[in-house]
T-cell receptor
Framework: GAVVSQHPSWVICKSGTSVKIECRSL??????MFWYRQFPKQSLMLMAT?????????EQGVEKDKFLINHASLTLSTLTVTSAHPEDSSFYIC????????????FGPGTRLTVL | GENVEQHPSTLSVQEGDSAVIKCTYS??????FPWYKQELGKRPQLIID?????GEKKDQRIAVTLNKTAKHFSLHITETQPEDSAVYFC?????????????FGTGTRLKVLA
């Protein structure tokens, strides 16, 4: 399977600041990465599909100007939460799919964002 | 859009008993159905999956069944143990804009009572 890392693992910030979360595929080249958000005691909600070298595809209801996604290389995608507010506090998880493994999904360890 | 419903939301069983979690999906084009176990604060872990060309798959105490006609799939855990306690999510993959993406069910919190 694929090894996926995320950085940071947790972050606390003040309201109005921007936070960047990195997702790295450590052992294979990922043309596609996914970003999910998970509120406490809720399911994973797909936010966007990150495509290397092109614009991300956002799910309905996700503000693309607020959640900026950059997939500049085959091993790195970043999610920037701009002007974060307390309601953005959540667990953000990235994943990659390995087409050679029938589209099996491999998750990063997640980033816990707390906005004060 | 694709929707995945999952039931029950919570499930308590005695150690050694079986647990069954059910999901339904809406997009008949879905062709891959993974099940994940998630412990608090951790990433989801794939525990079993099934593809649309198979009706049943088993891996030790865990089995998954798929009814494509009814668009149902279920997770069966036999001989449950306390360490099976976690939140379980089903998911369905759909093809969207050139790549597959995953829609998750709402989750089932399983408690195995010793």
């Amino acid at each position: 399977g694929a090894v996926v890392s995320q950085h940071p693992s947790w972050v606390i910030c003040k309201s109005g600041t921007s936070v960047k979360i990195e997702c790295r595929s450590l052992d294979f080249q990922a043309t596609t990465m996914f970003w999910y958000r998970q509120f406490p005691k809720q399911s994973l909600m797909l936010m966007a599909t990150s495509n290397e070298g092109s614009k991300a595809t956002y799910e309905q209801g996700v503000e693309k100007d607020k959640f900026l996604i950059n997939h500049a290389s085959l091993t790195l995608s970043t999610l920037t939460v701009t002007s974060a507010h307390p309601e953005d506090s959540s667990f953000y998880i990235c994943s990659v799919i390995m087409r050679s493994s029938y589209n099996e999904q491999f998750f990063g360890p997640g980033t816990r964002l707390t906005v004060l | 859009g694709e929707n995945v419903e999952q039931h029950p939301s919570t499930l308590s069983v005695q150690e050694g008993d079986s647990a069954v979690i059910k999901c339904t999906y809406s997009d008949s084009a879905s062709n891959y159905f993974p099940w994940y176990k998630q412990e608090l604060g951790k990433r989801p872990q794939l525990i079993i999956d099934i593809r649309s060309n198979v009706g049943e798959k088993k891996d030790q105490r865990i089995a998954v069944t798929l009814n494509k006609t009814a668009k149902h799939f279920s997770l069966h855990i036999t001989e449950t143990q306390p360490e099976d306690s976690a939140v379980y999510f089903c998911a369905a993959s759909i093809l969207g804009e050139g790549t597959y993406k995953y829609i998750f069910g709402t989750g089932t919190r399983l408690k195995v009572l010793a």
